[in-house]
């Protein structure tokens, strides 16, 4: 029985819900004039499709969504229980294309990732990491090129923005690594859980994620159950709000402080949707759904920045006020990262015995807590580490290339006067 059900009060929200009316759209690349790729529709849009389009029964969207998503064939002559008239109707008006693999590379403990060029003009690419662990696979996609939130300790954001992923280009990275993997949803489960936690902010690219997430759950598409699909976000609350009623994914949020002066510095997003607004819409998503049982959030611990004693008893409090607010046993869980560091970065991973000590404070004070491992290290894996390659639209890309550039001209002079200093 869930902790929900052992509580009856808990039907209704007592924090008002606000819904999204700020957030504009992000420019979203125009499908296939020609034809439909069937990469991107989810269930109910490969019915239409099958109905509407091409005059056949439901069930034939059915039987190709398996061809496409449990036996990996994209060519229309291969999925051989159907007639030929359809097969040729398929042909004119209808395409699966997947994403292009342009390398990729297993680590020594297992991990493997993938970059995937993605589009037609072939040039912007995502990675996407598989990571194996005891009795699961889980995926990590990613759900735009680039990102545009500027979070200062996260490699993505120097890469800066081109654009959101269709549909197919989300799935599409499941496509991939499934077929890999020798994945059969429901026979051989190598994929058993996907984290919405590449690149990218996947609620700014709201319908194309959701669909993709649909795809996912789908028993006709990888058969995961809802609470093994995880959407991370920097908390956009008005689309937080919009995804708890629309969709039964688990909800994972980057909090990595426990005030809004900190936050703020680490997170841009923090000055508009700030800590008190960020947890109460987390309550609602809580409570909106009786399946979910908590809400994960992350802290990416960082040397002297956010990992001191006083920052584990502010977010121990946070955690406690976040359980009173929705009267769910263990609403919040708390998962540590080990900051991974990249090129160019000032910030530095806090040492293991920190990380423990940070951990028990907040064991201590009831709040289950989990070090995240990090994995994938030799590789460039690990989270926040993921780069893709990203025809910049902002002018982050060239800013931070500058900024690499000075850093290197003034490494050069300390180590001269540094020399000059051991010389005399
Ligand atoms: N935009 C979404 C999802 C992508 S990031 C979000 O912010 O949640 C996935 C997770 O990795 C986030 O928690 C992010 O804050 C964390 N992360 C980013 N850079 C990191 C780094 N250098 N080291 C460790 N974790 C990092």
Request: aromatic fraction near 6%; charge should be positive; include cysteine.
């Amino acid at each position: 029985m869930s902790s929900h059900d052992d509580n009856p009060q808990q039907t209704a929200s007592p924090i008002p819900l606000k819904l999204a009316t700020d957030i504009a759209p992000l420019p979203v690349v125009a499908a296939s004039a020609r034809k439909q790729n069937l990469l991107d529709l989810d269930r109910a849009g490969m019915e239409q499709f099958f109905v509407g389009k091409l005059g056949e029964q439901k069930f034939r969207a059915h039987q190709v969504m398996k061809w496409i998503h449990h036996r990996y064939v994209t060519d229309f002559d291969g999925m051989t229980d159907l007639g030929k008239n359809l097969r040729a109707k398929l042909q004119e008006h209808a395409e699966v294309v997947v994403p292009n693999v342009v390398f990729d590379k297993p680590s020594s403990d297992g991990t493997h990732k993938w970059l995937l060029g993605m589009g037609v003009d072939g040039k912007n690419a995502v990675e996407t990491v598989y990571i194996p662990d005891k009795g699961r696979g889980t995926l990590c996609v990613s759900s735009q090129v680039g990102c545009g939130l500027n979070c200062s300790f996260c490699s993505t954001a120097t890469q800066g923005f081109n654009r959101n992923l269709t549909t197919a280009e989300i799935i599409g990275q499941v496509w991939v690594t499934a077929k890999h993997l020798g994945n059969v949803p429901a026979q051989i489960r190598r994929l058993t859980n996907v984290v919405m936690m590449g690149m990218g902010e996947p609620l700014l690219n709201y319908d194309n994620v959701v669909r993709a997430m649909n795809i996912m759950r789908d028993d006709l598409g990888y058969g995961l159950a809802s609470k093994r699909v995880t959407l991370s976000t920097s908390g956009l609350v008005p689309m937080m709000d919009r995804l708890s009623l629309e969709t039964e994914v688990a909800l994972a949020v980057s909090l990595h402080a426990p005030n809004d002066e900190l936050r703020g510095q680490l997170i841009p997003l923090n000055k508009k949707y700030p800590i008190a607004e960020l947890m109460a819409s987390c309550a609602r998503y809580l409570l909106a759904n009786k399946k979910r049982d908590s809400v994960t959030f992350e802290y990416t611990l960082m040397k002297g920045v956010n990992d001191q004693p006083e920052h584990a008893r502010q977010l121990a409090q946070l955690m406690r006020k976040f359980g009173n607010a929705t009267q769910v046993k263990d609403a919040g869980k708390v998962n540590l990262i080990p900051f991974n560091p990249f090129p160019g970065t000032n910030y530095v991973r806090t040492e293991e015995a920190e990380i423990r000590a940070f951990q028990k404070i907040l064991l201590d004070a009831g709040v289950l807590t989990m070090v995240r491992r990090t994995r994938g290290d030799d590789i460039d894996a690990a989270c926040g580490q993921l780069k893709g390659q990203v025809l910049d639209k902002t002018r982050r890309n060239a800013e931070f290339r500058k900024s690499l550039q000075a850093k290197s001209v003034q490494d050069r002079g300390d180590s001269t006067h540094e020399s000059k200093h051991a010389a005399a």
